[in-house]
């Protein structure tokens, strides 16, 4: 069965500093892997999507996440955290379509100190 | 603009009563989704609805019901069978499957809380 493991619940990292968000993944068919964030509150945002191509992706707000199938890992980074990116987050793997297969996280959440 | 609209931000139901959270887009998305949030456990899969008039059952249905009259609307009702409904409810959109690479990213609402007193 399809599963995603975020290993960790809950870093704090200082304003300025690097980031790396861990995401393994078990899925039996070819992965398609998303990040989205989530704000006190409010829905998820998509961060970055990977279908296929370049193992290392862009996404919105700085953030980049390289997909390493021999390890099975999605892992979110960011060369300097903003105060702003303080935040919960949520790695996700499904099929291409139908949303009904896709499995989520637990999240990290994210503390960004001043 | 265009996106989701969940109603209400907050709700509060005593035990034993039934509650309708309301759905609503105007992405001209065709499959519509509820999720339920709980600390540390991620999202789960409540209801989804590919097409007018037609929904399935995700994995923890128990206890919930959905309708999909119209393409806009996907109201979710828990009923009180549902145990332990205290919870973040999140519903979710996207395009017709089958189109653009992007066809399988959800666009979410801002979610509604539910306490049980």
Same mark, same amino acid.
């Given at each position: 069965?399809?599963?995603?493991?975020?290993?960790?619940?809950?870093?704090?990292?200082?304003?300025?500093?690097?980031?790396?968000?861990?995401?393994?993944?078990? !899925?039996?068919?070819?992965?398609?892997?998303?990040? !989205?964030?989530?704000? $006190?509150?409010?829905?998820?945002?998509?961060?970055?999507? !990977?279908? *296929?191509?370049?193992?290392?992706?862009?996404?919105?707000?700085?953030?980049?996440?390289?997909?390493?199938? *021999?390890?099975?890992?999605?892992?979110?980074?960011?060369?300097?955290?903003?105060?702003?990116?303080?935040?919960?987050?949520?790695?996700?793997?499904? $099929?291409?379509?139908?949303?009904?297969?896709?499995?989520?996280?637990?999240?990290?959440?994210?503390?960004?100190?001043? | 603009? #265009?996106?989701?609209?969940?109603?209400?931000?907050?709700?509060?139901?005593?035990?034993?009563?039934?509650? /309708?959270?309301?759905?609503?887009?105007?992405?001209?998305?065709? @499959?519509?989704?509820?999720?339920?949030?709980?600390?540390?456990?991620?999202?789960?899969?409540?209801?989804?609805?590919?097409?007018?008039?037609?929904?399935?059952? #995700?994995?923890?249905?128990?206890?919930?019901?959905?309708?999909?009259?119209?393409?806009?609307?996907?109201?979710?009702? %828990?009923?009180?069978?549902?145990?332990?409904?205290? @919870?973040?409810?999140?519903? @979710?959109?996207?395009?017709?499957? #089958?189109?653009?690479?992007? @066809?399988?990213?959800?666009?979410? #609402?801002?979610?509604?809380?539910? /306490? %049980?007193?």
């Amino acid at each position: 069965a399809q599963s995603v493991t975020q290993p960790d619940i809950h870093i704090t990292v200082s304003e300025g500093a690097s980031l790396e968000l861990r995401c393994n993944y078990s !899925y039996g068919a070819t992965p398609y892997l998303f990040w !989205y964030v989530q704000s $006190p509150g409010q829905g998820l945002q998509l961060l970055l999507k !990977y279908f *296929s191509g370049d193992t290392l992706v862009q996404g919105i707000k700085g953030f980049e996440a390289e997909f390493k199938r *021999s390890q099975s890992s999605f892992n979110l980074r960011k060369p300097s955290v903003h105060w702003s990116d303080a935040a919960e987050y949520f790695c996700a793997v499904g $099929p291409l379509y139908n949303n009904n297969d896709m499995r989520f996280g637990a999240g990290t959440r994210l503390t960004v100190k001043p | 603009d #265009g996106g989701i609209t969940q109603s209400p931000k907050y709700l509060f139901r005593k035990e034993g009563q039934n509650v /309708t959270l309301s759905c609503e887009q105007n992405l001209n998305h065709d @499959a519509m989704y509820w999720y339920r949030q709980d600390p540390g456990q991620g999202l789960r899969l409540i209801y989804y609805s590919q097409i007018v008039n037609d929904f399935q059952k #995700g994995d923890i249905a128990e206890g919930y019901s959905v309708s999909r009259e119209k393409k806009e609307s996907f109201p979710l009702t %828990v009923t009180s069978a549902q145990k332990n409904p205290t @919870a973040f409810y999140l519903c @979710a959109s996207r395009p017709k499957s #089958g189109g653009a690479a992007g @066809a399988n990213v959800l666009t979410f #609402g801002a979610g509604s809380r539910l /306490t %049980v007193l």
